[in-house]
């Protein structure tokens, strides 16, 4: 196909979380977060590039009050279970840092033209007495071994709360059939600056093995990605099946203007190679508070894999 893509460069202006989604029958989808928080959009194209051109849709509104009316944040699309779903997290008008996950489920075959209706909250598993009663948010879903999983960011301690992320085992589409299992918390000076953060998980495959990417860090300059390895096939509910990288695998580069790169997701190009989207901003001083500044644009890079682990340095582009 020869698309001709521009990297580490702003390619889709003001959306954060960027998530990218290459169906089975080669349509691309893209979604992410809008400045507003109040909606959740998405484009399909026949190609990558296609996508920052693409009309983009409005499939669901916020309520005007009560659970799913404020932040409405990071949303994935996956078709598991048999239909297409969007995950993502949403907050309460009357309390707006009561951010917890949500789902919505599409009737129809096509999620551009088919209609969604809310399946409610992400439910835990009977016997899970922690997960989802604190801020939760960025969940995402892989396969492995015929299983779901569900892996996603939330908030724990007394006064300076902490962002870990967990796992679990998928029931159904929005229900998690196993307790939940601490993947990694912000052990590091890289993962600990404004905030103690891991959030944003995402999952690509190659040689046997599970790479589980991750941002760390407030979301001005500091914002990072770090990653996590498992081998196919081994428990990936026992923490002691996963490595922690001990330094971020992409990080700020000032001298390309590029800063705060993270909250990234995988797809491929027309040819079939592997590519990183994430999204970071293009100034280093924010005025106000970064959350609330729309420019953090969506950005794509080429992965370049050695001894198939995956380097998502920006010298890639070069």
């Known amino acids: ?27 691309y989808y893209f979604t992410a977060s809008v400045p507003a928080y109040d909606r959740i959009v998405l484009r399909c194209s026949d190609t990558l590039g296609g996508l ?30 048999g239909k297409w779903h969007i995950y993502f997290a949403g907050g309460e008008k009357e309390d707006i840092w009561k951010i917890r996950p949500y789902v919505l489920e599409c009737e129809g075959s096509d999620p551009m033209t088919g209609q969604w209706r809310e399946l409610g909250m992400m439910r835990c598993a009977e016997d899970d007495e922690f997960s989802f009663r604190a801020f939760s948010l960025d969940g995402t879903v892989f396969e492995s071994g015929g299983a779901n999983y569900y892996v996603w960011a939330e908030k724990v301690g007394v006064g300076k709360q902490i962002s870990n992320l967990y796992i679990a085992r998928m029931k159904d589409a929005h229900t998690l059939d196993t307790v939940q299992v601490l993947l990694t918390t912000p052990d590091y000076d890289w993962e600990r ?70 909250h990234n997701s995988f797809t491929t190009d027309g040819d079939g190679n592997d590519i990183l989207v994430f999204h970071a901003r293009t100034e280093a001083e924010i005025e106000g508070d970064p959350l609330y500044d729309p420019n953090r644009h969506a950005m794509l890079l080429p992965i370049r894999w050695e001894n198939d682990i995956p380097v998502f340095g920006f010298d890639n582009t070069l």
């Not at 390619?11 to 998530?19: E, M, N, S, V």
């Open 52 to 81: 920052a051109d693409a009309e983009e849709k409005t499939l669901w509104h916020c309520h005007e009050s009560g659970a799913m009316s404020k932040h409405i944040w990071a949303p994935e699309l996956h078709f598991v279970f």
């Open 193 to 262: 600056h404004g905030f103690w953060v891991n959030e944003g998980p995402a999952v690509i495959k190659r040689g046997g093995k599970i790479f589980l990417t991750y941002s760390a860090s407030d979301t001005g300059v500091n914002y990072c990605m770090g990653m996590l390895t498992a081998n196919e096939g081994s428990d990936l509910l026992d923490p002691l099946s996963w490595r922690k990288e001990r330094y971020p695998v992409l990080q700020t580069d000032r001298g390309r203007g590029i800063y705060g790169p993270g």
């Open 1 to 27: 196909m020869n698309e001709k893509l521009r990297f580490a460069v702003p390619w889709i202006t003001q959306r954060a979380d960027p998530y990218v989604l290459r169906h089975t029958d080669g349509k």
